[in-house]
């Protein structure tokens, strides 16, 4: 007879993955944390980790084993603010929360909020390449999500629109380790639920929107009020820096890659692709986490009851052992299998929109612009769960 194998403890490590350095550049950081094991205790913040391809895509499926219901976050206080948006909870509550989202964003309301997309594509793309220079971000990036979600969503046309974005960022970096850079960004979160509890009422909402849709449901008792504003919260988030993130971080890698323009611009099938490439590489939101719900064993390494689990799908989405040569820029890898729109029940809801986005942006682009380069240094700020640009200045002709 066999015995029976004894699962070992994880590898530690005090590498501080939230430390600035780390957050500006984080890959060779994931690359060693994949070496030292399929899971990793990363001692500096009490956290096992996963940052292999495999393993975390077994632990996004397997929500029974490794939950959201205690938050998604790397802090109490968060998790606590959290407690009813859609990403926090399981199954079965979660799909019902889940059923408004996708009632709220079926296609016939996303093509009455969005028009016509490749139209309004097809103006920006004009005016920036009459320019020659402008700010991938703030330019090419932001402007369709800013006009499209936001009018999706519902929040009303005014100056509050450029905050949210600055809110939102403030959120996620709250959603982080607890320490200085989490506890400062407080106030955004404050100034977020704010805005959403005293100026994007129901009553001020735009006619037809998630918003709308989401508060209906509210009022049938589907879901509680607390529900529906979380509701708004998580869509204001997920549903607007990730997207601008995505674009603004392929704009970046086809502008750092001619050869991979030229074959963008030779064959504009390639876009979609593009755009899953861009993702794969530079992965919006890079990390959240989940608590086991019972002892588990992953490859042989044991993982106690109520551990709270760092999923890295930034680290995920870099693994060679998933992905040949991964760190390359490849416009023809079309990685249909990235982490970076999440997998499971709490895939995102907004993929559609947000590939529709970038596909016209990009397939316009392609058709007016022969040239894409740098016209100067990217400015990046560092946060906990997002990877994003603050400006990009391109030039195109």
Same mark, same amino acid.
């Not at 979660?94 to 996708?102: E, G, I």
């Given at each position: 007879?066999?015995?029976?194998?004894?699962?070992?403890?994880?590898?530690?490590?005090?590498?501080?993955?939230?430390?600035?350095?780390?957050?500006?550049?984080?890959?060779?950081?994931?690359?060693?944390?994949?070496?030292?094991?399929?899971?990793?205790?990363?001692?500096?913040?009490?956290?096992?980790?996963?940052?292999?391809?495999?393993?975390?895509?077994?632990?996004?499926?397997?929500?029974?084993?490794?939950?959201?219901?205690?938050?998604?976050?790397?802090?109490?206080?968060?998790?606590?603010?959290?407690?009813?948006?859609?990403?926090?909870?399981?199954?079965?509550?979660?799909?019902?929360?889940?059923?408004?989202? !996708? #009632?709220?964003? +079926?296609?016939?309301?996303?093509?009455? =909020? /969005?028009?016509?997309?490749?139209? $309004?594509?097809? &103006?920006? *793309? !004009? #005016?920036?390449? +009459?320019?020659?220079?402008?700010?991938? =971000? /703030?330019?090419?990036?932001?402007? $369709?999500?800013? &006009?499209? *979600?936001? #009018?999706?969503?519902?929040?009303?046309?005014?100056?509050?629109? /450029?905050?949210?974005?600055?809110?939102?960022?403030?959120?996620?970096?709250?959603?982080?380790?607890?320490?200085?850079?989490?506890?400062?960004?407080?106030?955004?979160?404050?100034?977020?639920?704010?805005?959403?509890?005293?100026?994007?009422?129901?009553?001020?909402?735009?006619?037809?929107?998630?918003?709308?849709?989401?508060?209906?449901?509210?009022?049938?008792?589907?879901?509680?009020?607390?529900?529906?504003?979380?509701?708004?919260?998580?869509?204001?988030?997920?549903?607007?820096?990730?997207?601008?993130?995505?674009?603004?971080?392929?704009?970046?890698?086809?502008?750092?890659?001619?050869?991979?323009?030229?074959?963008?611009?030779?064959?504009?099938?390639?876009?979609?692709?593009?755009?899953?490439?861009?993702?794969?590489?530079?992965?919006?939101?890079?990390?959240?986490?989940?608590?086991?719900?019972?002892?588990?064993?992953?490859?042989?390494?044991?993982?106690?009851?109520?551990?709270?689990?760092?999923?890295?799908?930034?680290?995920?989405?870099?693994?060679?052992?998933?992905?040949?040569?991964?760190?390359?820029?490849?416009?023809?890898?079309?990685?249909?299998?990235?982490?970076?729109?999440?997998?499971?029940?709490?895939?995102?809801?907004?993929?559609?929109?947000?590939?529709?986005?970038?596909?016209?942006?990009?397939?316009?682009?392609?058709?007016?612009?022969?040239?894409?380069?740098?016209?100067?240094?990217?400015?990046?700020?560092?946060?906990?769960?997002?990877?994003?640009?603050?400006?990009?200045?391109?030039?195109?002709?």
């Amino acid at each position: 007879m066999t015995a029976a194998r004894t699962p070992t403890a994880a590898p530690r490590t005090d590498l501080e993955l939230f430390a600035t350095d780390a957050l500006l550049d984080p890959f060779p950081h994931y690359a060693r944390l994949r070496d030292l094991g399929p899971v990793v205790h990363l001692s500096e913040y009490d956290l096992y980790g996963l940052f292999r391809y495999e393993q975390v895509r077994a632990a996004l499926v397997d929500w029974e084993t490794f939950s959201s219901a205690q938050g998604i976050a790397m802090n109490p206080t968060a998790n606590e603010l959290s407690a009813d948006s859609v990403l926090s909870v399981d199954p079965p509550r979660q799909r019902t929360l889940r059923k408004v989202f !996708d #009632d709220a964003l +079926r296609p016939k309301y996303v093509r009455k =909020v /969005a028009g016509d997309i490749e139209r $309004l594509a097809g &103006e920006l *793309v !004009d #005016d920036l390449v +009459r320019r020659g220079e402008f700010d991938g =971000v /703030a330019d090419f990036a932001c402007k $369709l999500p800013v &006009e499209i *979600v936001m #009018d999706l969503i519902g929040f009303p046309r005014d100056e509050h629109r /450029a905050d949210i974005l600055r809110w939102a960022l403030g959120a996620f970096n709250f959603m982080g380790p607890p320490g200085e850079r989490q506890e400062s960004t407080f106030p955004d979160v404050q100034a977020l639920m704010r805005y959403l509890v005293t100026e994007a009422t129901p009553d001020r909402l735009l006619p037809g929107s998630f918003g709308q849709i989401v508060w209906e449901a509210a009022d049938r008792g589907e879901i509680t009020g607390n529900e529906a504003l979380m509701a708004m919260s998580a869509y204001a988030c997920a549903g607007l820096d990730t997207t601008i993130a995505g674009v603004a971080g392929t704009l970046w890698l086809l502008a750092l890659h001619p050869d991979q323009w030229r074959a963008v611009r030779q064959d504009p099938q390639l876009v979609p692709g593009a755009f899953l490439e861009g993702v794969r590489l530079e992965t919006p939101l890079q990390a959240f986490s989940r608590v086991t719900t019972h002892d588990v064993e992953i490859d042989g390494v044991a993982v106690p009851r109520g551990a709270r689990v760092l999923l890295s799908y930034g680290s995920a989405n870099r693994d060679e052992r998933n992905y040949p040569d991964p760190d390359r820029f490849d416009v023809r890898r079309n990685p249909v299998d990235t982490l970076g729109f999440g997998v499971g029940v709490h895939t995102c809801p907004g993929r559609t929109l947000a590939s529709m986005e970038a596909h016209a942006l990009f397939g316009a682009l392609a058709e007016r612009a022969v040239t894409l380069e740098l016209a100067g240094e990217p400015v990046r700020s560092p946060n906990h769960i997002t990877r994003s640009l603050d400006r990009l200045p391109v030039r195109v002709s």
